[in-house]
């Protein structure tokens, strides 16, 4: 079949359309000459799950994983392939109460536990979202250090800029090239190849578990965690979903963007691990600053690693410090009824502005305190992320598997199982690390080497 006659008028007419519903789209690929093609139907949906597994290699997520690698070699690889599943596993869970409700994390939290529930779980979520956010502004920070400027004139110009750019509906105009800035990450996997690391030992590391009974190694496992599997992903993901149009009955597409979405993320995630050990981690090199982080690329880059760093983190960093405080006042606003969105006047919709604005400042203002560390500041935040992932992940689950809001969607036994798995397992390590990093040192004891 030529291209000529597979890429019809008809078909360009049609799935060029941003208002066509998700559903004539399929229809379209499914009648028209594209149906000798059976991938089209999940190009149709691809996204939700590919973008919010990725946003987990931001500015925090590249911080926490190359600290893994450059701290205890390639000894967290096993982790990665099961907190892969566990992704899977919460993701999955999110977008499919998506297509069956047509709602929202945060709608749904408020019709079925009530106010004070809702409260308590908008409560976490602007937290943990708001730590993200500062997150984000120290990896801009780190970025541009990397050519000389300095956090007190990047930052506040950044934050400035950020704000002008959203409230004027601007910002989808150039986040495109923010995203491509962040393709810079793809040279991991080939500067982990080049480094000619053990791949003997890799492959032993990601089959067999290792585990340190140390305060360092606990809290960059949690840290891990934290960064993998976040509480802006879950509310992304799920809103994503509503907001394509998707619905039960097209969810076994979307459940396919969801399982590649994961293991694509994950095996960036996977190769930043095993390319910072094989560089920094093989020369007893520590992650204290961007340019330490960065060494991890030369054998890609060469004398260019700092500023292809440089470049993807700060793409990675504005995108996350632009998107995420919109969809967290966005989130919060519609748990409550209030009035929602940028196309209301900050009179309209004061509280959702007032929450957009202050995690833009105050994010800018904790990453400008003097003397704090950015590269720790990055991983403290991700260790948060977990602390607080767990209450979420319990309203997830049993949002997915109750009958009255999912009927025959529900969780089944087997699945059901392993989300309480995925939730005791993150629950135990959070656990771990209270005792091991905060309890122990206030006692005067000392767990592990």
């Not at 694509?264 to 996977?270: L, R």
């Not at 260790?383 to 319990?394: E, Q, S």
Request: with cysteine; glycine share 8%; aromatic share 10%.
């Amino acid at each position: 079949m030529a291209l000529k006659d597979v890429w019809h008028a008809p078909l360009l007419q049609t799935m060029s359309r941003p208002w066509v519903s998700l559903q004539d789209r399929i229809r379209v690929i499914r009648t028209g000459s594209l149906r000798r093609l059976p991938l089209l139907p999940y190009l149709a949906i691809l996204g939700p799950g590919l973008v919010s597994a990725a946003a987990g290699d931001d500015a925090g997520g590249i911080a926490t994983y190359a600290s893994a690698g450059a701290s205890y070699g390639y000894d967290l690889l096993w982790m990665i392939v099961l907190i892969t599943v566990s992704l899977i596993v919460v993701q999955e869970m999110c977008a499919r109460m998506g297509a069956v409700t047509g709602k929202g994390l945060s709608e749904l939290i408020r019709e079925r536990f009530g106010p004070r529930w809702t409260v308590f779980a908008m409560v976490l979520l602007l937290i943990a979202n708001g730590v993200i956010t500062i997150s984000e502004f120290a990896g801009i920070a780190a970025s541009l250090e990397l050519f000389g400027i300095t956090k007190y004139i990047s930052v506040p110009i950044s934050a400035v800029l950020i704000w002008w750019l959203i409230t004027r509906g601007s910002y989808s105009k150039i986040e495109r090239v923010f995203l491509v800035m962040t393709l810079a990450f793809f040279a991991y996997p080939i500067s982990a190849y080049l480094a000619h690391p053990d791949w003997g030992q890799v492959v032993r590391s990601t089959l067999i578990p290792t585990f340190h009974l140390n305060p360092g190694f606990i809290f960059i496992f949690v840290a891990t965690i934290g960064t993998t599997i976040t509480p802006y992903m879950q509310i992304y993901i799920q809103s994503s979903v509503v907001d394509k149009g998707i619905t039960a009955r097209e969810y076994h597409y979307e459940r396919v963007d969801v399982i590649f979405g994961s293991i694509f993320g994950d095996v960036i995630s996977f190769f930043i691990i095993v390319s910072t050990a094989a560089t920094l981690f093989a020369h007893n090199v520590t992650i204290n600053t961007a340019a330490d982080a960065a060494l991890a690329l030369v054998p890609a880059a060469g004398q260019y690693a700092e500023v292809l760093f440089a470049v993807g983190l700060l793409g990675a960093s504005v995108l996350a410090a632009g998107v995420l405080p919109v969809a967290t006042a966005f989130s919060i606003t519609e748990a409550f009824g209030w009035e929602k969105g940028l196309s209301f006047d900050p009179s309209e919709a004061p509280a959702f502005y007032f929450l957009f604005t202050s995690l833009i400042a105050i994010g800018a203002l904790v990453t400008l305190i003097p003397g704090i560390p950015l590269i720790q500041l990055l991983l403290i935040v991700q260790v948060i992320n977990c602390l607080l992932l767990v209450p979420l992940l319990v309203f997830i689950v049993r949002l997915s598997s109750s009958r009255e809001v999912m009927g025959e969607h529900r969780n089944g036994l087997a699945y059901n199982a392993l989300a309480w798995a995925t939730v005791i397992a993150i629950g135990g390590m959070s656990v771990l690390y209270i005792l091991a990093n905060v309890l122990a040192p206030l006692l005067g004891l000392s767990l592990g080497g």
